[in-house]
């Protein structure tokens, strides 16, 4: 055999080995000359190495509050839940658990039934009235705005799954709230603010998600009343949604 046939075939050996590599996204270690070592389960196990990271969150849901007395009726599809924020997100290696914590802003609105709408005495305390003969286009709701801090486990069902489910406590710093009335009577629009009330500064949320890779259905419920005891209707937060 020539020199030139042997050089020939050694780099069409080796252009060979370079296209498979690349197809398969392999490392290939050529030692010799001759000695081919493919490195593919290492590149599987790196796969699995431990993983933090920063993460965004954005979430749009629907408010069911429960427990409210008798003449207290909530309409869910017109209470609306608004969340945005960042999670740390910790991985160990080889792991299907995840851990998180993070910081969420959050808008919850509690809208009354069309009939009816908050008052607020001059004793900060919340009730139920009617709005005024003749109005239409009517909502009354409480709004509230919190900083929120999830503390999250999320388990995978498997390394090559796209499910997984997550559960953990929400804390909510309440900030800020407030009764918002809106009606019409004639060609008057009336948009009403009252301030005041005396809202729970600091409640605590269960959560639970249901994922499929980066799209949550999920579903929270607070123990705790949102308004202070005897300055209002003792209702519970209850709220589901779509988290992104």
Not at 1 to 19: D, G, I, P, Y
Not at 68 to 82: L, M, N, Q, Y
Not at 85 to 103: D, E, H, N
Not at 166 to 193: Q, S
Request: hydrophobic residues 40%.
């Amino acid at each position: 055999m020539t020199m030139k046939k042997l050089l020939a075939m050694m780099f069409a050996l080796v252009m060979t080995l370079s296209v498979q590599a690349l197809e398969r996204r392999d490392t290939i270690v050529i030692v010799n000359g001759d000695t081919v070592k493919n490195t593919t389960k290492q590149r599987a196990y790196d796969k699995y190495k431990k993983a933090d990271f920063l993460d965004f969150d954005l979430a749009l849901g629907f408010s069911a509050p429960t427990g409210a007395p008798d003449g207290v009726g909530f309409a869910p599809f017109r209470s609306t839940e608004w969340t945005i924020g960042l999670r740390y997100k910790y991985t160990p290696k080889k792991a299907l658990q995840t851990y998180s914590v993070g910081l969420w802003a959050k808008w919850s609105s509690y809208a009354l039934s069309k009939d009816k709408m908050f008052v607020m005495d001059d004793s900060h305390v919340v009730g139920v009235g009617a709005f005024p003969d003749k109005s239409s286009s009517k909502r009354s709701a409480i709004n509230i705005f919190s900083l929120s801090v999830p503390f999250l486990f999320t388990q995978k069902f498997g390394h090559k799954s796209c499910w997984s489910f997550t559960l953990g406590p929400v804390v909510n710093f309440n900030l800020k709230g407030r009764i918002n009335n809106e009606y019409t009577v004639g060609d008057y629009e009336n948009d009403i603010y009252v301030k005041g009330i005396e809202y729970r500064p600091v409640t605590i949320d269960l959560m639970g998600m249901v994922a499929y890779k980066k799209v949550s259905a999920y579903f929270k419920y607070s123990p705790m009343s949102v308004l202070k005891k005897d300055m209002g209707p003792q209702f519970h937060a209850l709220s589901f949604g779509v988290m992104l």
